[in-house]
């Protein structure tokens, strides 16, 4: 399996508060992804890197920032969580000839 | 813009019975096409891919896929359906692997 984690697991916040999520990946992949997954929507691309500092929007992107100071490393922030950010979050990573996932972090904004 | 449609939402099969899902696709050029698999609880995993060749393509678990440039589809096969075949599958299509669409993807359960 590619090394790929994310934290938190799992985390309940408040609508209003900020939230950041994290995806560590030991591969030295240059492109690096952020997709929420909703039922009815499948995957919906958020943010992407595509390396240190590089970062570009995605298809859903209002109200995520993104951040990657170092090549492992990509935050998502949501700097101040709604309703509708709940989901679930998929980290990513580029492959030569295909992306490969991160276990997810599931998001419930209260 | 690439898109992707998974007409069927959801689909129970009978184990041992054969197995087919949909997937059609809107690309202008030749597109790179993707099957992937999620667990209940999982991330996801890759089947198969096509990016040129032959149309008929073998992916893991004994799965396949055609791409069929006529009719915009690229759907997935598999001739014998194990209970542990049960998930979701999403198509997805793209310019390469790092510009993708999701399909919204299609529920399999199979019954004993």
């Known amino acids: 399996d590619a090394g790929i984690t994310q934290s938190p697991r799992h985390k309940v916040t408040e609508t209003g508060t900020p939230v950041t999520l994290r995806c560590h990946q030991t591969?030295?992949?240059?492109?690096m992804y952020w997709y929420r997954q909703d039922p009815g929507h499948g995957l919906r691309l958020i943010h992407y890197?595509?390396?240190?500092?590089?970062?570009d929007k995605g298809e859903v992107s209002d109200g995520y920032s993104v951040s990657r100071s170092k090549t492992e490393d990509f935050l998502l922030t949501l700097e101040s969580a709604t309703s509708s950010q709940t989901s679930v979050y998929f980290c990513?990573?580029?492959?030569?000839?295909?992306?490969?996932f991160g276990p997810g972090t599931r998001l419930t904004v209260l | 813009a690439q898109s992707v449609t998974q007409p069927d939402i959801h689909i129970t099969v009978s184990e041992g019975a054969s197995l087919e899902l949909r997937c059609n696709y809107s690309?202008?050029?030749?597109?790179?096409l993707f099957w992937y698999v999620q667990s209940p609880g999982q991330g996801l995993q890759l089947l198969l891919k096509?990016?040129?060749?032959?149309?008929l393509v073998q992916g893991i678990k004994g799965f396949e896929a055609e791409f069929k440039r006529s009719q915009s589809s690229f759907n997935l096969r598999k001739p014998s359906v194990h209970w542990s075949d049960a998930a979701e599958y999403f198509c997805?299509?793209?310019?390469?692997?790092?510009?993708?669409?999701f399909g919204a993807g299609t529920r399999l359960t199979v019954k004993p």
């Open positions: 890197s595509y390396g240190v500092k590089d970062t």
């Open positions: 096509y990016f040129s060749g032959d149309t």
């Open positions: 690309y202008g050029a030749t597109p790179y």
């Open positions: 997805a299509v793209g310019s390469n692997n790092n510009d993708m669409r």
């Open positions: 990513a990573i580029s492959g030569l000839d295909e992306q490969f």
């Open positions: 591969e030295n992949h240059r492109y």
